[in-house]
């Protein structure tokens, strides 16, 4: 079982920057793939960022490209997204997601995880 905390959502201006977490509570954390999707209101759950359990591959949304960094920190457990250059259209409520063992190329799809966390809100003003 894996439980994932989400925080560092907030209001921020456009062209501005966050720095999301996501704290596991896993043991076997270090061996968990893991991703970021969002989700605005009457809009369907998206993918953002991932990386493998490795850490050596990750992987991006067309939109966010350039703008958003995911990585990750095994001796803490944690998974962070880094968001620059903030738009509007970046509103959303923002999902850490894990799956334990996998090392297959579809983690821009949510159907593969295991683990959600409860989501933390950002938005962007203009």
């Known amino acids: 079982q894996v439980q994932l905390v989400e925080s560092g959502g907030g209001l921020v201006q456009a062209g501005g920057s966050l720095r999301l977490s996501c704290a596991a509570s896993a043991r076997t954390f270090s061996t968990c793939a893991l991703g970021w999707f969002r989700q605005a209101p009457g809009k369907e759950r998206e993918f953002v960022a991932a990386?493998?359990?490795?850490?050596?591959?990750?992987y991006y949304a067309d939109s966010v490209k350039g703008r958003f960094t995911i990585s990750r920190v095994n001796a803490k457990n944690t998974v962070y997204l880094q968001m620059n250059s903030l738009k509007p259209e970046d509103t959303a409520s923002y999902y850490c997601?894990?799956?334990?063992?996998?090392?297959?190329?579809?983690?821009?799809?949510?159907?593969?995880?295991?683990?959600w966390g409860q989501g933390t809100q950002v938005t962007v003003s203009s």
């Open positions: 990386i493998d359990w490795r850490g050596g591959r990750t």
């Open positions: 997601a894990a799956v334990q063992s996998y090392s297959g190329n579809n983690l821009s799809i949510k159907e593969v995880y295991d683990y």
